[in-house]
């Protein structure tokens, strides 16, 4: 499984990455490239550097039997499950990059001004890439369950959080104000229903 997890990796940078940044640039002459700008954001722009790095190294210390697994995870089941995961993660990863348009893009500036965009995988949750992101990375980790992938997805999760609160929400309610409030009110931060 570890040589899958690679795979899966790689093809998530290919595609989520990659692919929607080339596809971005041919449609607005912008890569949609921002980074994870601010102050407060640089602890948060530090975990995902480290969860880019240590994600892959996890399959791959996995792959030479450098880490050993952890039992209770290392199971068919949890394999499986983690495959299906992935590739939810990924496929959700994709569609809500792609809802959002010519908006899309990774990091924020804080002169930009995008369309709020509240429909497809938008209509119930705000931050839809960042949840099925998690859920790429948690299945993954669940191909090659050892310390260093499961500290992965938890870099992950953290930066996630940091990004959201201290830079992207803030960001779009100062530039969209009373509609990105009521939008707030009537969506999840992540999953449906919850962080209203």
């Known amino acids: 499984m570890p040589r899958i997890a690679l795979l899966g990796y790689a093809l998530f940078a290919a595609l989520a990455f990659g692919w929607r940044s080339w596809l971005q640039w041919r449609r607005t002459g912008s ?3 921002r980074g994870l700008s601010g102050e407060r954001g640089s602890l948060g722009r530090l975990l995902f550097v480290v969860a880019i790095l240590v994600s892959p190294l996890a399959a791959a210390f996995d792959l030479g039997g450098l880490l050993p697994r952890i039992a209770v995870l290392d199971t068919r089941i949890v394999r499986l499950a983690g495959c299906v995961t992935f590739a939810l993660g990924l496929a959700g990863t994709l569609w809500s990059q792609v809802a959002m348009g010519d908006s899309w893009r990774i ?3 804080a ?8 429909n497809g995988p938008y209509r119930r949750v705000r931050n839809p890439i960042f949840t099925f992101m998690v859920l790429a990375v948690l299945g993954l980790a669940l191909l090659t369950p ?11 999760i953290a930066a996630v959080e940091i990004q959201v609160r201290t830079i992207e929400e803030p960001y779009l309610e100062r530039v969209h104000g009373e509609p990105y409030r009521a939008y707030r009110e009537r969506s999840g931060r992540f999953v449906p229903g919850v962080g209203r």
Not at 146 to 156: D, E, F, G, I, P
């Open 107 to 109: 990091g924020v500036d």
């Open 31 to 33: 890569t949609g490239f």
């Open 111 to 118: 002169s930009e001004r995008t369309t709020l965009i509240t």
């Open 146 to 156: 050892n310390a260093l992938a499961l500290a992965a997805v938890a870099a992950v």
